[in-house]
Structures are given as structure tokens and as C-alpha cells.
């Protein structure tokens, strides 16, 4: 009945409206691991915009009892079933159809659909999960309205929760239990949900700004009830925050976050009942970090905001992922920036999104999974959602608030819901709301949507002492064949004082700057190239370019060293102060690199001017110890090594090694200072100031480990025995495992205290995956550990990607033997869980630029991947990373 298929390329020139609209769902469950049975009654109707009279329906995995239209019972005459459809012809305009199936969650590894995750049942249907479940339109513009009934085993199941709310709860007898759950929002399949579940939740009563009182909700399995504060503090702060800058409300009685341990992403936004991997919810200062809270606030804040960047306004396809994630990751980045508040704050949150940039979508922007923040094509959806929908569709949006400022965004937005509230929708839509509402043309602004790669904006300039005219040339460079894009720039001048000089700009716009001052412009390059001449200049000033990270572009400017020392120091604009010392370090990482591979690793210097300018940072006490530390790390070996033409890893971490123990060593007196002068004592607490400080301090401890004597090891070793929480107590242990000294009692001290805390195991075997000093023969003896297992995302994501993504040297190890560790894994992953094994396939994504020998190597294992039979998701990553 139902045959194989190869992959087939869906593009987004295709499209076509649905043949038919669903208006009701009433969905019964009968759980049971082995053998759920799912019964579907769908009311539909022709679509008036559509000619065509087939209702076809998605199905996978699933097994078809019986279908009923109008009350008829179906023969399989009267239907076509293939391996993922079941279509029928000729239907009337109004038709009900009562779909019976059958499905197995136990069996369920791929995490997709209906699944058991440590005996509770669960499910994920983002991006195509609902038809594993049941037989439907399972596309996000067919959006219906759900009431749905569950029912379940008492004991084993004491919670049945599905969207929106519970309108009826009972006793079934032989010890079932039924809820029944009613949504008053019509929504795509995507965003269905339920849980049935032995949990327990945090609750509290909420009260919205129009006075409606919520109940809110965190459910986790019963040892984690310490776990969930934070959650539940993030989630007040969203809802508040976006009443007050988006002036959105939530609009249901009853919000709900549940956890899960087995889950491939980070967080999914279903109506009213959001489900999250356990690593974006539970956090207690003995088990979480500074970054696991600050992960937990921003995931949280980004689940709820897509109920209206998402939810009451959904995506017509599934080209259009980035119109809800671009837009809902740039609204969770302003949430957390805002929730520091201080500007200093809010730069160092900016500070980090360039660097997540630069780590992983320019790769991927200059690889074979290339595309734009709306592709035009994709094999499996499931591969898109990725760091160019997700992080580069947040600077596309970003770039909006930058022309337009803060209020006009504002009224883009507002215009927004006004016209598609309850709609599926395209970001063309986006974009023509943005316009409209500012009376704005930003027709040249789709080129962001539809040309892939990362622009190269070239910058020249000029002074002219006698005319005191300061002229900048700003010239782009896309990808061959592209058009020009609609480029931010931000700059200001900076004086040989190193203030900020007023602007007088002659032509283009003197619109008021990214941060609302007079001495930053934003100059908006459309052209090719473009020349701005700033106009009473009295001194040859430096120019600060770019500012804030106005785009997702490179910049190329050709600073001298004196003007990169002067902006590291005086640059009102923290992003580029930051920037400079960035430029700084990079200089000196590729040309210690080039010489490690030519000479070895004898005779390298590293001048004192440099190590000067990192005393000055480290020691500024004016400077928040955030952004003094992370003026403070170097480039990454995976930064770096997009640098260059011909990758050598070895070299890379050679070169940075040594730049690090040079530091470590020249600076040995102030890294020791700083670390004793941002000690944290009393209650841990995760704000922004005490998560600075403790950054700042294990960055130093760090520095000082890098090639440690006695006084060093003892500094670890007792920060790891007295840490009062899990920041302090993870970082010591790493500097001992990275320093290469014996770190094995203190491993086994830290298993040993947390062995029944799953996130902290996870800890341990991603600090081991990730230190330098790990090869893949410790990767594999870990792998026999009993608490490793494939079968859980966190905990091969953990081991694995740790390795093959975090540490470079090891993983690029000469004789090739790590890249047969990860055909091997990838393998063994796409027959449990493909979506997690595509992701693993793409840590050879960028094979091509190294050296020859090892090419040949990582091509011979994406070969041996290639012969296999595989998954759609890992068979395009493939294909895509042999292709030409
Ligand atoms: N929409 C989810 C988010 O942005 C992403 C997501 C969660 C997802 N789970 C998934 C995407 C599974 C694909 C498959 O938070
Ligand atoms: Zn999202």
C-alpha cells in the first residue's frame, strides 16, 4: 500500500492555496504507548480561491483504521492512499470527515509527532509533526479551531493537557481519566499540542494590564519543582514586556509551560501550551549557569512572544519560517537587552549576537547550505531551521528599527496585526506593513529575503584639511549576479581626544543614529557605491563604522593598528570598542597561524603594544566586567579559520594557544587582581551585574590556567571545592580539564554530586567533548559511559556535536580518524532520531577549505555517509555538501 520515496525538491514558486479550509477539529485520544488510537472528526470546505475538488490529506507513520465522509463509511476504492497522502476526489463543497488511526509512541524515536519521553507522553508537530498523529491538511494555512479529548490510564497519566482551555474533566472507570480541552483560537496543525503526563507545576495567578487575571503554569516531573523559578519569572517579565512595547496582550485565561527531556530543539510555542527541552526551564544556582539562566529568559521570552509573531499571525508556508522566527528571536534580543536596561547592558547582549554571527551564519552564509532568509527551495523543511532563518531573519528585522527607529517599527508592527490578525501570511506582508505605515518605499529591502550570503561592504575615506570636508566611500559586493541590498550604516567620528565629534553630513539622510544620539548617522547604502562627505571637520578623525553591528555584512576598512588602539580605548560605540580589539587579536591570530604552519611553533612573538591595550581593558574599571571580558577572548579557532583560504586547525590552535598563555603569563598580576576583585559572595543571584563579574573572574582564572603553576592549580582546584553554584563550580573544572592537568578526581567529585541531575551530565560530558585535550578515542570510551545514550538529544548533542562542532583541533586530527567517528554516528543517529542526524551532518559543511590531505579524508567519510540509505533530512546535507 504505501511505497518508498526519493527525496524531492519542494519550491516556494509552487505554492497554491489549499483545495479546501478545515473550520472544526475534534481530536480523541486513546493513550496507550504501544497502540494510541486517534479519532479525527474535520468539517471542511471548498476553498473559494482555490478550482481544485481533492481533499488531500497528510499522513505518515500512521496506520488508517477507517474513514467516514458525510457519514459514509469509505472503501479503499473511494481513496488514495501513498506513503505520506491520502487523497479524495471529487469531493462535495462541504464535507465532515472521520478519520480512525493507529500509531505506536513508544516507538516513536524521532521526536516528531505523538512520542514517549520518560513514560509521559508528549508531542512536537512543528514543522510537519501533525501528520504522524493523524490524517489532515497539514499545512500553516489551514488553520481550524480544535477542542480535543483525551483520554488515559489515571495513575500512570494523572495530567491530561492539551491548547487553550479545559472545559470538562472525569472518571472513565477501569481507572481512566478523560479532559476535555476546547481552543478558542483557530490555528495551523503546527501548533497543536498535548501532554499526558505524571508532573507537577508551579502556578500563579497573573494579572494583565487591562486587569484580566491569568493562571500560569510550569509543569516539570516532581524532583524539579526547585527548578522552576526562574521560568516563571521570565514568563511574568514577557507577558509585561510585551504590553508595554508592543502594547500586546495575551489573550487566553490559562498559559502553560511544560518540560521535556527528550527534545530536539530548544522550545516549541503551541497555543497556550508550550513544551520545552528541560534545559530552557529547570534552573537552580546548584545546576544552572549564568548562560543556562540567561538561556532560560530568552527562550522563554521567545515561546511566548511568538503567540502573536507565530500564532494569531502564522506563515502562509513554510518558506516564509524566518517572518515568525526572525521576527520573534529580534523580539526576544530586545527583551533580554531591555531587561538589563542599562545601555552598557544592552551593548554587551549585542556583543554576543555578532559573535553567535559570525561563529555560525556567516559559515553557514559562505557553505554548501547556503540560502536566503526566505529560501525558494528545500528537500526537508526540517534543515531550514537554521542560524540564517533564525539569527541573520533577526538582523533583517533588526535592519527595520534601524531605518525607520524605534516608533516607526512600532507602527509597522501595529499595522501589521491590524491587517493580518487570525491570517497566514508572507514576509512581503511583513515589509509592505513597515512601508506603508512609514510611508516608506522598501521595495530595494526584499533583497534581504531573497539573495543569499553575507555582503562585503568596503569602506575608503578621505579628508580634505583646507575645505575640512571627511568623506567615506562606502562601496557593497554580493555574491556574482546579485543586486545591490538596502544597507544600515552606522558611524560616528571620533577626535584625536577620542570624543565623538558632532556631524555634519552633506548629502543622504541625517537621520538620528541606531542609539537615538546626534553623534552617530545612520547613512543608508543602496548603491553600488556611495560617497558621504561629513562637512566641518577640523581634524582628521577616526571613523567609527558600522556601529552596533547596523548589518549583517563584513566590513572592510583598512585601519591602521593606531586607529584600532584608539577606538579599543575610546570608542563611545561599545560594540565597535569591541570590534577593534576583535580586528586587533585577528591581525596578530593569522599571522602567528601562518607562521606556526610555515615554521612551527618556535620563535612566535606577540608584541606589547597589544598585550598593553588587554591590560588597559582588563584593568578600566569604568567598564562593565562584562564587556571587559568579552574584550578580553580571542576570536574563535572557528572565526579565525574562517579567515583563511586554506583551514589549518592545528595551526589555529597553536597560534591561539600561545597568545593565550602569552596573556596569561605578561598579565599573570592583573589577572590575578581581577580575579579576587569580582568575587560574588553571599546569595547567588543571575543578574546581568553578578553574571558580568563572575564572567569576567573565570575568564581570568582561564588565562591564568592556561600553562599553570601550583598557585594556579590550587586557585581551580579550591574555586571548584567552594563555588556556591554551578557558574563557578563548571568553570574551574573546565580551566583544570583545558590546562591538561590531572582533572580526574574532580570529574568524579562532580558526576558524583549530580549524577541524578541530567543537565549537569550533560555538562560533563560536553566539558570533556569540547577540551583540546580530548581526542576521539576518549570521545569513544565516554561513549561506553551507561549514562550516554543516542536516544536523547541533550545527551548526544552533549558528547558528540561538542566534539565535532567545539573542538576543532581534535576533531581535524590528521589522520582522519574523528571524521570516520562521525559518518559512523551520523549513521547511527538518522535510524533513531534524522532530524538530530542531519544536524550532525553538517559539521562537514565546510570540507572544502582545508588543506588537501584532510579534504580527502572528510570527503571519503561524506562518501561512505552518501552510499547508505538515509533519512530525507541527512540525504539533502549530504547531497548538498558533495555537490559542486
Ligand atoms: N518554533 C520553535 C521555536 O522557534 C522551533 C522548534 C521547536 C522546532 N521544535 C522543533 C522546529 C522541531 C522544527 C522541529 O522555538
Ligand atoms: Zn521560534
Excluded at 194 to 213: H, P, S
Excluded at 730 to 739: D, F, N, P, T
Excluded at 797 to 826: C, K, M
Aim: with cysteine.
Amino acid at each position: 500500500m504505501r511505497t518508498d520515496s526519493s527525496p524531492t525538491t519542494i519550491f516556494r514558486k509552487d505554492y497554491t492555496p489549499p483545495a479546501y479550509l478545515v473550520d472544526t477539529v475534534e481530536l480523541g485520544f486513546d493513550l496507550a504507548p504501544a497502540r494510541t488510537v486517534v479519532a479525527n472528526r474535520i468539517t471542511l470546505r471548498q476553498n473559494p480561491d482555490a478550482a481544485s475538488h481533492d481533499i488531500v490529506l497528510h499522513g505518515e507513520e500512521i496506520e488508517l483504521v477507517q474513514v467516514r465522509l458525510n457519514g459514509q463509511q469509505l472503501s479503499e476504492r473511494d481513496y488514495e492512499l501513498s506513503h505520506a497522502t491520502l487523497t479524495i476526489r471529487n469531493a462535495p463543497a462541504e464535507v465532515v470527515l472521520e478519520i480512525e488511526t493507529l500509531c505506536a509512541p513508544v516507538e516513536n524515536t524521532t521526536l516528531s509527532g505523538l512520542y514517549v519521553s520518560n513514560g509521559n507522553f508528549f508531542t512536537q508537530c512543528e514543522a510537519e509533526g501533525f501528520r504522524r498523529i493523524t490524517f489532515f491538511p497539514d499545512r500553516p494555512d489551514v488553520m481550524a479551531r480544535y477542542t480535543v479529548m483525551l483520554r488515559a490510564d489515571k495513575a500512570a497519566y494523572p495530567v491530561l493537557l492539551s491548547n487553550g482551555n479545559l472545559v470538562e474533566q472525569g472518571e472513565l472507570g477501569d481507572g481512566r481519566h478523560y479532559a476535555k480541552w476546547e481552543d478558542p483560537f483557530k490555528k495551523p496543525s503546527y501548533l497543536f499540542a498535548l501532554v499526558a503526563a505524571k508532573l507537577v507545576c508551579q502556578e500563579e495567578q497573573f494579572k494583565l494590564a487591562d486587569g484580566r487575571e491569568v493562571l500560569l503554569q510550569v509543569w516539570v516531573e516532581e524532583g524539579n519543582l526547585d527548578k522552576t523559578d526562574y521560568a516563571m519569572q521570565s514568563l511574568k517579565n514577557s507577558i509585561r514586556w510585551d504590553e508595554q512595547r508592543f502594547g500586546l496582550e495575551l489573550d487566553l485565561d490559562r498559559f502553560m509551560i511544560v518540560a521535556v527531556g527528550d527534545f530536539n530543539m530548544g522550545a516549541m510555542e503551541n497555543k497556550g501550551l508550550n513544551i520545552f527541552n528541560t534545559k530552557f526551564v529547570l534552573a537552580n544556582p546548584r545546576t544552572a549557569t549564568d548562560i543556562d539562566y540567561a538561556g532560560i529568559e530568552a527562550v522563554v521570552g521567545h515561546e511566548y512572544f511568538h503567540n502573536w509573531t507565530g500564532n494569531r499571525v502564522t506563515c502562509r508556508d513554510w518558506f516564509q519560517l524566518s517572518l515568525k522566527e526572525g521576527l520573534t528571536v529580534f523580539r526576544d534580543q530586545e527583551f533580554s537587552a531591555d531587561m538589563i536596561g542599562t545601555d552598557s547592558g544592552r551593548a554587551v547582549t549585542r556583543i554576543d549576537q555578532v559573535r553567535t554571527l559570525r561563529q555560525a551564519q556567516f559559515p553557514e552564509d559562505a557553505g554548501p547550505m547556503s540560502h536566503p532568509v526566505r529560501p525558494d527551495s528545500f528537500v526537508e523543511i526540517n534543515n531550514f531551521y537554521t542560524v540564517t532563518v533564525y539569527e541573520k531573519g533577526a538582523e533583517v528585522v533588526r535592519m527595520y528599527q534601524t531605518l525607520l527607529g524605534r516608533d516607526g517599527f512600532r507602527k509597522g508592527m501595529d499595522l501589521y496585526f491590524e491587517r493580518h490578525d487570525g491570517q497566514a501570511v508572507t514576509c512581503d506582508d511583513f515589509r509592505a506593513a513597515m512601508a506603508d505605515a512609514n510611508g516608506r518605499d522598501l521595495t530595494q529591502f526584499e533583497r534581504w529575503y531573497s539573495q543569499a550570503g553575507t555582503p562585503v561592504v568596503t569602506a575608503r575615506t578621505r579628508y580634505d584639511a583646507v575645505k575640512r570636508n571627511f568623506d567615506i566611500i562606502l562601496s557593497q559586493r554580493g555574491q556574482p549576479e546579485q543586486q545591490p541590498f538596502h544597507i544600515p550604516v552606522a558611524v560616528g567620528l571620533l577626535g584625536a581626544n577620542g570624543k565623538d565629534l558632532p556631524l555634519t553630513l552633506e548629502n543622504g539622510k541625517h537621520e538620528k543614529g541606531a542609539k537615538g544620539d546626534e553623534t552617530t548617522v545612520v547613512l543608508e547604502l543602496t548603491g553600488q557605491e556611495q560617497i558621504f562627505r561629513f562637512r566641518n571637520v577640523d581634524e582628521r578623525p577616526t571613523p567609527s563604522i558600522l556601529r552596533d553591528f547596523s548589518a549583517p555584512v563584513i566590513l572592510e576598512y583598512d585601519y591602521t593598528d593606531d586607529e584600532l588602539l584608539h577606538l579599543f580605548s575610546q570608542d563611545s560605540d561599545p560594540v565597535n570598542r569591541w570590534e577593534a580589539g576583535q580586528r586587533l587579536a585577528m591581525e596578530r591570530l593569522l599571522k602567528l597561524t601562518k607562521q606556526v604552519a610555515a615554521h612551527g611553533a618556535n620563535n612566535l612573538k606577540l608584541d606589547s603594544t597589544f598585550i598593553n591595550a588587554m591590560r588597559s581593558v582588563l584593568t578600566d574599571e569604568k567598564l562593565d566586567a562584562a564587556f571587559r571580558e568579552l574584550a578580553l577572548i580571542l576570536p574563535s579557532e572557528t572565526i579565525v579559520a574562517e579567515q583563511m583560504d586554506v583551514v589549518d586547525p592545528q595551526a589555529i590552535h597553536t597560534a591561539r594557544q600561545f597568545m593565550r598563555r602569552t596573556i596569561g603569563t605578561a598579565l599573570q598580576t592583573e589577572l590575578l587582581a581581577q580575579y579576587h576583585a569580582n568575587q560574588t559572595p553571599g546569595d547567588y543571584s543571575p543578574d546581568a551585574l553578578s553574571a558580568g563579574k563572575r564572567a569576567l573572574k573565570n575568564l581570568c582564572l582561564s588565562y591564568l590556567m592556561v600553562a599553570p603553576e601550583l598557585a594556579e592549580l590550587k586557585l581551580a582546584q579550591q574555586q571548584f571545592e567552594n563555588a556556591s553554584n554551578m557558574t563557578d563550580r563548571s568553570a574551574a573544572l573546565v580551566s583544570m580539564i583545558h590546562s591538561g592537568a590531572e582533572s580526574g578526581p574532580y570529574l568524579k567529585a562532580f558526576y558524583d554530586d549530580f549524577d541524578n541531575e541530567a543537565l549537569v551530565i550533560d555538562k560533563w560530558f560536553a566539558m570533556q567533548a569540547s577540551a583540546p585535550t580530548t581526542n576521539v578515542a576518549a570521545v569513544r570510551k565516554l561513549m561506553q559511559h551507561p549514562a550516554f545514550t543516542l536516544k536523547t538529544p541533550n545527551r548526544a548533542r552533549a558528547l558528540i556535536f561538542n566534539f565535532t562542532n567545539a573542538n576543532p583541533s581534535q576533531f581535524h586530527a590528521a589522520d582522519g580518524s574523528a571524521y570516520e567517528f562521525w559518518a559512523e554516528f551520523v549513521i547511527k543517529l538518522d535510524a533513531i532520531n534524522p532530524q538530530v542526524a542531519a544536524r550532525l551532518a553538517r559539521a562537514m559543511d565546510r570540507w572544502r577549505r582545508y588543506a588537501p590531505a584532510l579534504q580527502a579524508k572528510m570527503k571519503q567519510a561524506l562518501e561512505k555517509v552518501a552510499r547508505r540509505k538515509l533519512s530525507n533530512d541527512v540525504s539533502e546535507v549530504i547531497t548538498k555538501a558533495l555537490a559542486n
